[in-house]
């Protein structure tokens, strides 16, 4: 089905962009004044605490939630609007905890979910397979595993060949290797041009796997940027691992000891250095200078839970 | 209105009651009481073995008004508070569909698998009596198997109503529960109790009009005034002004209750 979307196709362009967007139940701010931009052709992470409005924001985004105040568009229309089957027609969704029916086989639930999108159910069968539930195709829901479903729940999301992804907590239920195959395919759809917006609590799990990510506590959208980006912004401090033997600690402390540094700590065969940012090319310099005194050296980037913790508290 | 949507999620839902044999357990119902019924209406008048199809309809009647507002009722309390409780919902509302495209294919669906096995419940005890009925029988005996249906659907819309304005599925279990008590079992004993506390000085002329105000009195109605032997044995001649009494009429107002409380659980469930 093609799109008579303008921007849909546009990589780099804007493509969904809320505006002021509220969600009030009575006193509660569910979400409270959210702005954001998501482009076309990336990768977006919005993280956040349980509670912290994801769900909701993502509902009005899917235009099943009436926001307070504030609109949300996808391709420039509203997604409550007239269009508004239109803009469903370029979106998958996979709800939190998405729950599918139990007396259905795989095969007939996306059968079912074919004919709702308009697409042909011959669809069915090749997107089992892409999610890897081929196997289970005329088996019944019931006799699912939690990991089994929600990868059915992504099959759904998948038929129709949206340009939208909206994923609400997609790994949750899946074991490792099941977590590093849903990625591989998120990249792939990245390659064909989908535009996917995922949620996720697992920070150390999105971290290296999103092109962007907005940090949400409270309702409110407290960062957003490339990881860098935020971790610069959050100026944390970097921690460098160096390996040295016991009788050159000093040596290492005196190498340093004109420079910024924070702290110098002695382990038993290694000394751990915190720095500000500004000063990690001066410590690795100074260091180099101490002629292969330096068996080993790690940097440790904050992670994405520091300066989630950075901006969160 | 996209009448495909619609027709997606209707045979979603009839499939589901054909696969969980609802539809068969109900047609078996009807069919046994149908029979029984039949064979054994007349035994308290010291009789076994068919007798008149008038007297067949009247008894299938009072126990019709009985047993199809409860199994409408339990049929299509959860249709909407049980996709919302067990949180598939949203996944439906996300797909290119409306509200209103949903709630009436949950209805439809819903009324087919009602109306499947109401004909072929009763459509079997039909084809056993063929032999005995004439034309005339015949054709009272299908207008019973129509009204039925319209007494159905008729509860089926008040229970999918329900189901949008109930909090979860308990509420709506218990909703549907008292509908059924309320229509069916007291609201006549009221109507009956105003008439006798005031000795029959208040609402004689507005009885009949209060009589529709029940779906299952409509219902009751539209079968006994077509039939001759059975109208002198009920009385209602007497209470009843013929006017009111007109088929097509009946058929309209049964048809009001059917797409009025539709109307106001798709007002309802708009957003």
């Given at each position: 089905?093609?799109?008579?979307?303008?921007?849909?196709?546009?990589?780099?362009?804007?493509?969904?962009?809320?505006?002021?967007?509220?969600?009030?139940?009575?006193?509660?701010?569910?979400?409270?004044?959210?702005?954001?931009?998501i482009?076309?052709?990336?990768?977006?992470?919005?993280?956040?605490?349980?509670?912290?409005?994801?769900?909701?924001?993502?509902?009005?985004?899917?235009?099943?939630?009436?926001?307070?105040?504030?609109?949300?568009?996808i391709?420039?229309?509203?997604?409550?609007?007239?269009?508004?089957?239109?803009?469903?027609?370029?979106?998958?969704?996979?709800?939190?905890?998405?729950?599918?029916y139990d007396?259905?086989?795989?095969?007939?639930?996306l059968?079912?979910f074919?004919?709702?999108?308009g697409?042909?159910?011959?669809?069915?069968?090749?997107?089992?397979?892409?999610?890897?539930?081929?196997h289970?195709?005329?088996?019944?829901?019931?006799?699912?595993?939690?990991?089994?479903?929600?990868?059915l729940?992504?099959?759904?999301?998948?038929?129709?060949k949206?340009?939208?992804?909206?994923?609400d907590?997609?790994?949750?239920?899946?074991?490792?290797?099941?977590?590093?195959?849903f990625?591989?395919t998120?990249?792939?759809?990245r390659?064909?041009?989908?535009?996917?917006?995922i949620?996720?609590?697992?920070?150390?799990?999105?971290?290296?796997?999103?092109?962007?990510?907005?940090?949400?506590?409270?309702?409110?959208?407290?960062?957003?940027?490339?990881?860098?980006?935020l971790?610069?912004?959050?100026?944390?401090?970097?921690?460098?691992?160096?390996?040295?033997?016991?009788?050159?600690?000093?040596?290492?402390?005196?190498?340093?000891?004109h420079?910024?540094?924070d702290?110098?700590e002695?382990?038993?065969d290694?000394?751990?250095?915190?720095c500000?940012?500004?000063?990690?090319?001066?410590?690795i310099e100074?260091l180099?200078?101490?002629?292969?005194?330096?068996?080993?050296?790690?940097v440790?980037e904050?992670?994405?839970?520091?300066?989630?913790f950075?901006?969160?508290? | 209105?996209e009448?495909?949507?619609?027709?997606?999620?209707?045979?979603?839902?009839?499939?589901?009651r054909?696969?969980?044999r609802?539809?068969?357990a109900?047609?078996?119902?009807?069919?046994?009481?149908?029979?029984?019924?039949?064979?054994?209406?007349a035994?308290?008048q010291?009789?076994?073995?068919?007798?008149?199809?008038?007297i067949?309809?009247?008894s299938?009647v009072?126990?019709?008004?009985?047993?199809?507002?409860?199994?409408?009722?339990?049929?299509?309390?959860?249709?909407?508070?049980?996709e919302?409780?067990?949180?598939?919902?949203?996944?439906?509302?996300?797909?290119?569909?409306?509200?209103?495209?949903?709630?009436?294919?949950?209805?439809?669906?819903?009324?087919?698998?009602?109306?499947?096995?109401?004909?072929?419940?009763?459509?079997?005890?039909?084809?056993?009596?063929?032999?005995?009925?004439?034309?005339?029988?015949?054709?009272?005996?299908?207008?019973?198997?129509?009204?039925s249906?319209?007494?159905?659907?008729?509860?089926?819309?008040l229970?999918?109503?329900?189901?949008?304005?109930?909090a979860?599925?308990?509420?709506?279990s218990?909703?549907?529960?008292?509908t059924?008590?309320?229509?069916?079992l007291?609201f006549?004993?009221?109507?009956?109790?105003?008439?006798?506390?005031?000795?029959?000085?208040?609402?004689?002329?507005?009885?009949?009009?209060?009589?529709l105000?029940?779906?299952a009195?409509?219902?009751?109605?539209?079968?006994?005034f077509?039939?001759d032997?059975?109208?002198?044995?009920?009385?209602?001649?007497?209470v009843?002004?013929?006017?009111?009494?007109?088929?097509?009429?009946?058929?309209?107002v049964?048809?009001?209750?059917?797409?009025?409380?539709?109307?106001?659980?798709?007002?309802r469930?708009?957003?």
């Amino acid at each position: 089905m093609e799109s008579s979307l303008p921007t849909l196709n546009d990589a780099g362009a804007s493509l969904i962009v809320a505006h002021g967007v509220r969600k009030h139940y009575g006193n509660i701010h569910a979400v409270d004044g959210v702005d954001l931009d998501i482009r076309s052709g990336e990768l977006f992470g919005l993280i956040g605490h349980n509670g912290a409005g994801k769900s909701t924001l993502f509902k009005m985004m899917l235009g099943l939630l009436p926001s307070t105040a504030g609109d949300i568009r996808i391709g420039g229309a509203l997604v409550t609007g007239r269009d508004f089957r239109a803009v469903r027609r370029t979106v998958g969704y996979l709800p939190e905890n998405v729950v599918l029916y139990d007396n259905l086989t795989g095969l007939e639930t996306l059968w079912f979910f074919a004919r709702l999108k308009g697409v042909s159910p011959a669809e069915a069968a090749p997107t089992l397979e892409r999610v890897g539930l081929a196997h289970a195709a005329k088996r019944r829901v019931r006799e699912y595993s939690k990991g089994m479903r929600q990868r059915l729940g992504f099959a759904q999301a998948l038929l129709g060949k949206p340009r939208i992804l909206f994923l609400d907590e997609p790994t949750t239920g899946l074991d490792p290797e099941a977590i590093r195959s849903f990625y591989s395919t998120l990249r792939q759809l990245r390659s064909e041009g989908v535009t996917t917006v995922i949620t996720s609590h697992i920070l150390a799990e999105i971290q290296e796997r999103v092109d962007r990510i907005a940090i949400m506590t409270a309702g409110k959208v407290q960062a957003r940027g490339t990881v860098q980006d935020l971790r610069e912004q959050v100026d944390l401090p970097l921690w460098f691992s160096v390996r040295v033997a016991k009788e050159d600690f000093e040596a290492v402390r005196s190498a340093l000891s004109h420079l910024q540094v924070d702290a110098i700590e002695a382990h038993d065969d290694h000394v751990k250095v915190r720095c500000r940012r500004e000063a990690k090319m001066a410590v690795i310099e100074a260091l180099a200078r101490l002629d292969g005194r330096v068996r080993d050296l790690t940097v440790r980037e904050p992670s994405l839970e520091d300066v989630f913790f950075g901006f969160s508290d | 209105m996209e009448i495909a949507q619609i027709a997606t999620i209707a045979s979603k839902e009839f499939w589901d009651r054909i696969r969980n044999r609802w539809v068969l357990a109900v047609a078996l119902v009807f069919t046994a009481f149908a029979l029984v019924i039949a064979y054994f209406g007349a035994a308290q008048q010291g009789s076994v073995g068919f007798r008149s199809i008038d007297i067949t309809i009247a008894s299938l009647v009072s126990l019709v008004i009985y047993l199809i507002p409860l199994i409408a009722l339990v049929l299509g309390f959860d249709a909407i508070v049980g996709e919302r409780e067990r949180g598939s919902l949203d996944l439906l509302l996300s797909m290119p569909i409306t509200r209103l495209e949903l709630l009436l294919g949950k209805y439809v669906g819903l009324a087919a698998a009602l109306a499947f096995s109401t004909i072929a419940g009763f459509g079997l005890v039909a084809i056993v009596l063929s032999t005995r009925l004439d034309l005339n029988a015949l054709y009272h005996y299908f207008g019973f198997m129509l009204s039925s249906v319209l007494l159905g659907c008729a509860f089926l819309s008040l229970a999918v109503m329900l189901s949008v304005f109930a909090a979860d599925r308990t509420r709506a279990s218990g909703l549907a529960i008292a509908t059924w008590f309320f229509f069916v079992l007291v609201f006549d004993l009221l109507l009956l109790g105003a008439l006798v506390v005031t000795g029959g000085q208040w609402g004689g002329e507005i009885f009949p009009y209060l009589l529709l105000a029940n779906p299952a009195d409509v219902f009751r109605i539209l079968n006994i005034f077509s039939l001759d032997d059975v109208r002198t044995l009920y009385g209602l001649t007497t209470v009843f002004p013929p006017a009111l009494a007109n088929p097509w009429l009946l058929g309209l107002v049964m048809l009001a209750w059917i797409v009025v409380p539709l109307g106001i659980a798709s007002w309802r469930f708009r957003t």
